[in-house]
């Protein structure tokens, strides 16, 4: 039904910059937010931020405030996640979601609140 496809991860030295990319094909909503949540090894998966299907409602993840950026391209179905000043500690898999035909206004911060996930892309920053 929707396939949810992660670019742009890798290594860099802590400091440095990342962008990733999801591309979503398939089924269309009239209402959705789309998600970055990361998983490191033997933690839970976590909320990194989220956007709304107008691109006007963001939220962030405290750790990542400031340093993070995530957008959208609606044109391209894609939604993107710039990642500025990486610390060793953000090192994990990072995984694009998809929540759509929204029912209630809420946080959508958690990963229960998603139906659609993609295979995830690793980012390492070094130290």
């Known amino acids: 039904q929707v396939q949810l496809v992660e670019s742009g991860g890798g290594l860099v030295q802590a400091g440095g910059s990342l962008r990733l990319s999801c591309a979503a094909s398939?089924?269309?909503?009239?209402?959705?937010?789309m998600g970055w949540f990361r998983q490191a090894p033997g933690k839970e998966r976590e909320f990194v931020a989220r956007?709304?299907?107008?691109?006007?409602?963001?939220l962030y993840a405290d750790s990542v405030k400031g340093r993070f950026t995530i957008s959208r391209d609606n044109s391209k179905n894609t939604v993107y996640l710039q990642m500025n000043s990486l610390k060793p500690e953000d090192t994990a898999v990072y995984y694009c979601?998809?929540?759509?035909?929204?029912?209630?206004?809420?946080?959508?911060?958690?990963?229960?609140?998603?139906?659609?996930w993609g295979q995830g892309t690793q980012v390492t920053a070094s130290s």
């Open positions: 979601a998809l929540k759509g035909d929204l029912t209630y206004s809420g946080r959508y911060n958690d990963p229960k609140d998603y139906d659609y």
């Open positions: 398939g089924r269309t909503f009239r209402s959705y937010v």
């Open positions: 956007i709304s299907w107008t691109g006007g409602s963001t």
